[in-house]
């Protein structure tokens, strides 16, 4: 019975590696198919799938040729070779584990006080690299119905004009920006229009709150509330975001640092570790 049972076994396992899909080879290595499982499961369909499995075939073809060549035209220190892949082996597996440790411990609440304090810090890390306007602004097409009235409610600071406007924009205009309490990149905001043509842009701001141009297709219009002009100091409100994103990476380091040294000051006290 044992030796049947063995018989079996090796018979089974004979049989499964008999039933092993090739898909190429190079020299006396083959890459078979259920080596693609991980490869092809995300596809959605079977032809992602067939997609995703050809570009691993000759990915896997390429990068097996290139060391079988390089192992044949270099002769390898294989103890530093090895001991660089296990250096990166851990950096990967303490960077997998300081990043659980963080999104796990982060505070990510961020206060006005916060973010004010960090922009007084460090005035002189946020002068402007661009022009920035705070206004109103759209694109239509000439032929758009009441284009006229639309130049009117974009100077107009009553509201009923303002909510005539955005109807406006939303049924007719190719591209628009209402939200003058926000600070946009001027270039951004002209890119592809007339107004890109300007020669001296400072100038432009400084003595146009209103501009409007044209060219065969459209119509153009910008109203500008406010501006600062590059090299002034950004508003805070231009930078909040990127200031919250500094806090966040900076509690980041800090929650990394805080974890070395714990763990370091637990295997002190347990003899964990000695230098000799």
């Known amino acids: 019975m044992i030796v049947g ?7 089974d396992k004979k049989e499964e590696k ?39 075939i000759k990915s896997w073809v390429k990068n097996e040729l290139l060391l079988k060549r390089a192992e044949e035209s270099v002769e390898f220190d294989l103890k530093e070779i090895n001991r660089k892949v296990n250096d990166y082996r851990y950096s990967l597996m303490v960077f997998e584990f300081k990043k659980e440790y963080i999104a796990q411990n982060l ?64 049924q007719f205009a190719t591209s628009y920006s209402l939200e003058d309490t926000l600070w946009i990149n001027f270039d951004d905001l002209i890119l592809n229009t007339p107004f890109q043509a300007i020669p001296n842009k400072i100038q ?22 406010d501006y600062k002009i590059q090299d002034q100091l950004s508003p805070l409100e231009f930078v909040r975001d990127q200031i919250t994103k500094i806090l966040i990476n900076k509690r980041k380091v800090e929650l990394s640092k805080q974890l070395e040294e714990k763990i370091l000051k637990e295997a002190r006290q347990t003899k964990s570790f000695e230098i000799y």
């Open 107 to 170: 505070d990510t609440a961020i206060t006005e006080e916060d973010i004010k304090e960090y922009y007084d810090s460090h005035i002189d890390n946020f002068l402007l690299k661009q022009n920035i306007i705070r206004g109103k602004y759209f694109q239509a097409p000439l032929e758009a119905p009441k284009l006229k009235k639309a130049k009117d409610w974009i100077r107009s600071g009553e509201e009923k004009d303002l909510e005539k406007l955005n109807s406006f924009c939303i």
């Open 18 to 56: 008999e039933e092993r899909i090739p898909l190429a080879r190079v020299g006396e290595k083959i890459l078979y198919a259920d080596d693609l499982g991980s490869v092809t499961s995300t596809a959605q369909t079977s032809r992602d799938s067939a997609d995703l499995a050809s570009r691993y």
């Open 5 to 11: 049972g063995c018989q079996l076994i090796s018979s």
């Open 204 to 225: 432009f701001l400084k003595r146009n709150p209103f501009a409007e141009s044209s060219d065969s297709l459209f119509q153009y219009c910008l109203l500008i509330k």
